[in-house]
């Protein structure tokens, strides 16, 4: 990432930074004294709160590397910092949201996983949170796996296909123009089959099809000259369940949580299919800000950590356009993901795994 990019994003960051305090009202009046501003402890914490850090020590000291045009750290930990200090509740969520994009943005960019590769296709493990490439509904982003991947490897790629930002898993890319419209048209002509795993809201039927047509979901900047009169599309996806757990824990208006580990098919491609399916069956995919369940989103986040989606493309078939051969590509969870379950198993309330009475027509 270039430093031109990453002082705008910075910048842009730190008015969020500024703006979130002030809300939160951890936005101080009173200057705290000189003595307290030159400790040499880190954060400060010896003299100075952690909130009085960043405003008075944080927030200063990158707006001056920025405008200077000064080298920029090369890392920055604030959300570790932020958990140790404050206690996260709903009034700080949008506090701890920046220092977290801060945190991202300072990070290291990680090697992608290579799951396959041969001379014409490549296909990483994508993490959530990556964009596939640039996109005007998130034109701050700086990250994006088309650059990561090509970077890693030396040489270009072409996207076949979409992972939403907030969604991990199998990523698939071409290594030339040729193999790239080959594959488009299987994608475009459903002779790829995908699978995914997601945890969702309630106790899910052990099996079942959704068969529910999809208005096409518009973007107000991206699709701002699209039609918005097209009728629904038809949409299907396939589901199984494999296991159910039931929590202890009071959901309004519930006295427990029940949740369903979920295995997905999609059997065409409309924007955001399985979460709008799910949504549909009343059994949102947690972490799903936009058509999920808010009070079961905060619960998770704030009882067990888990920040996100919980949807990983976990498994790819299709037939190679050149050597006919089928391929298979597969990959497991993410380790945030796999740490919720084994939590939720601990808790010894969760029935054995579920063996649906039918299996699922191909």
Known sequence: MSDVIKRKASNRLLGRLVTSMQQAKLWQTTLPSAQALQSKAPFCCDTLSFEQWLQFVFVPSLARLIQDKKPLPEQLLLR???????????????????????????????????????????????????????????????????????????????????????????????????????????????????????LVRGFTPDEGMIDYPLREKLDKIADKRARKDKPAQPALSLYRTLQRFELPIPVRPYQSARYSLVELWPKTGRKHQLRRHMAHLRHPIVGDVNHGDGKHNAMV?????????????????????RSRQMIKITCGTEDRFQALLAKWRDFGHSPPYIEPASQREE
């Open 80 to 198: 570790p910092m932020a958990e140790m200090s404050w206690q996260r509740t709903e009034a700080l969520e949008t506090v701890f949201q920046v220092l977290v994009e801060f945190d991202r943005l300072y990070q290291p960019l990680e090697q992608l996983q290579i799951l396959y590769r041969d001379e014409s296709l490549i296909a990483v493990n994508k993490p959530a949170g990556l964009l596939v490439h640039r996109s005007l509904i998130d034109k701050y982003e700086t990250r994006f796996a088309v650059q990561a991947l090509r970077d890693q490897i030396g040489q270009r790629v072409y996207p076949v296909h979409r992972l939403d930002k907030p969604t991990s898993g199998v990523l698939l890319f071409a290594l030339n123009p040729e193999m790239a419209r080959s594959m488009t048209e299987l994608f475009t002509t459903g002779r790829v089959e995908k699978r995914y795993q997601a």
């Open 301 to 321: 986040r704030d009882r067990f950590g888990f920040v996100g989606l919980a949807l990983t493309a976990c498994e790819m078939n299709f037939e190679h356009p």
